[in-house]
Nanobody, 120 residues
Framework: QVQLVESGGGLVESGGSLRLTCAVSESIFNIPRMGWYRKTPGKERELVASMADDNTTTYAESAKGRFTISRDNARNTVLLQMNALEPEDTAEYYC??????????????WGQGTQVTVSS
């Protein structure tokens, strides 16, 4: 069973930085897409950042210039470097990987979530 284990969340002061790590139990080499969502109670789930297997990246508008997604295929990890954090970034962050098994069957695997809280 594929498992994603997240770490790196915590409490940080406004303007600080955190680095989230998502360790995948199996090889992520050539995984079509992976990234991070965040969820705040009362708000819709938001895609923060994603990366394709060719290293093409996308970011939420609010994350551009502050967040950087990366992957380490050798270590089977997905990373999210978050700088200049703001209270609005406070949320539960979930990493995911999207796996296409065939043209008609795909699976999205999720991490357990890690809380990021940014104080004023």
């Amino acid at each position: 069973q594929v498992q994603l284990v997240e770490s790196g969340g915590g409490l940080v002061e406004s303007g600080g930085s955190l680095r989230l790590t998502c360790a995948v139990s199996e090889s992520i080499f050539n995984i079509p897409r992976m990234g991070w969502y965040r969820k705040t109670p009362g708000k819709e789930r938001e895609l923060v950042a994603s990366m394709a297997d060719d290293n093409t990246t996308t970011y939420a508008e609010s994350a551009k210039g502050r967040f950087t997604i990366s992957r380490d295929n050798a270590r089977n990890t997905v990373l999210l470097q978050m700088n200049a954090l703001e209270p609005e970034d406070t949320a539960e962050y979930y990493c995911y990987i999207y796996v296409r098994h065939s043209t008609t069957y795909s699976t999205t695997y999720w991490g357990q979530g890690t809380q990021v809280t940014v104080s004023s």
